[in-house]
């Protein structure tokens, strides 16, 4: 009450509602840049293990969005699966 | 008439949390101005669009993306209009940010989808549980919405764009519920109740791996 008191001081009820929800609101969207996050995390690990250069693409991804994700996806190389080499034939 | 314009008001409350609503860029409709810009109408009715192709088109058997070329030629537009405008290159105009944004929308609504099927998730999100592939591997080659259901969604979409343009302007209420009621729910599933659903069902799997690894 208090804190409601002094702000409305400082602005209107109705700015100070819009306030009040739309910063709880905030922290939803938030969520969503994390998500965002984890996928510029996940696309430099991924390119690295398939031998591309992942920050490079991390910035594709940073600047262009999911555009850049799809990019990304349609662009990178098969993973190589590294095999023993076999025995050489007995002479 | 007090319930109705309440209610209106409410919808340019909510429509105001994720858009800058400038008039110009607004559609009028029903005699009101949308809740939102044309371009972000063009995404939330692409969206509700692309998750009714989803029921309808999606291979179930599948295993992979998208079909990621189509779905890159749908996204594209609306980034390189944005881009443009932003670096103030050219002005777009309403009609562009529409259909923009309904092929970005259309072509997001499967994208969204699946990724959410892949791990750490693996598709365990409550209400699209139903519409999600059962297993989703990103590197296999069979698309679980291939190419001509994206194309069908890419014609929809153009038809869609025609319709709304065709109600732009008008002074009938009705169509301005038509249009606003689907865009405040996209708004308050996409951006109010999915991130928290993803994190109830992120925070399960956790501890449930937690516990079978325990066990």
């Known amino acids: ?11 209107t009820q109705d700015e100070l509602t819009w306030w009040g ?3 709880l609101f905030c922290l939803i969207p938030l969520l969503w840049f994390i998500v965002a996050i984890l996928l510029c995390i996940w696309v430099y690990r991924d390119a690295e293990s398939r031998g591309m250069n992942g920050v490079l693409w991390l910035i594709v991804v940073l600047i262009a969005g999911i555009i850049g994700l ?6 990178r190389k098969d993973k190589t699966t590294t095999r023993a080499e076999p025995p050489p034939p007995p002479q | 008439m007090q319930v109705i314009d309440e209610i209106v008001q409410t919808f340019n409350f909510i429509g ?3 858009c800058h609503q400038r008039p110009e860029r607004t559609l009028w409709v029903g005699g009101r101005y949308l809740p939102v810009c044309a371009r972000d109408t063009g995404a939330f009715v692409g969206l509700l669009l692309g998750y009714v192709l989803l029921l309808a088109l999606r ?8 079909n990621l070329i189509v779905s890159l030629m749908m996204m594209l537009p609306l980034w390189i209009d944005s881009v443009g405008q932003f670096f103030g290159l050219w002005m777009s105009t309403n009609d562009l940010r529409l259909i923009t944004g309904l092929l970005f929308g259309t072509a997001l609504a499967p994208m969204l989808v699946y990724a959410l099927s892949l791990p750490p998730l693996n598709g365990k999100v409550p209400f699209l549980r139903r519409i999600q592939p059962k297993i989703a591997v990103l590197d296999d080659r069979a698309s679980w919405f291939g190419a001509k259901a994206l194309a069908a969604g890419t014609v929809l979409s153009i038809v869609l764009f025609f319709a709304i343009r065709m109600l732009e302007g008008s002074e009938f209420p009705l169509f301005y519920w038509l249009l606003s009621i689907p865009i405040v729910a996209g708004i308050i599933w996409h951006f109010f109740i999915l991130p928290p659903l993803l994190l109830i069902a992120a925070v399960r799997e956790y501890f ?8």
Do not use: C, F, H, N
């Open chain 1, 21 to 23: 929800i739309s910063s």
């Open chain 2, 208 to 215: 449930r791996k937690k516990q079978s690894k325990k066990t």
């Open chain 1, 70 to 75: 799809i990019i990304y996806l349609i662009v």
């Open chain 1, 1 to 11: 009450m208090l804190l409601e008191s002094l702000l409305s001081l400082l602005i």
């Open chain 2, 59 to 66: 291979r179930r058997d599948a295993k992979g993306p998208p």
């Open chain 2, 16 to 18: 105001r949390l994720v």
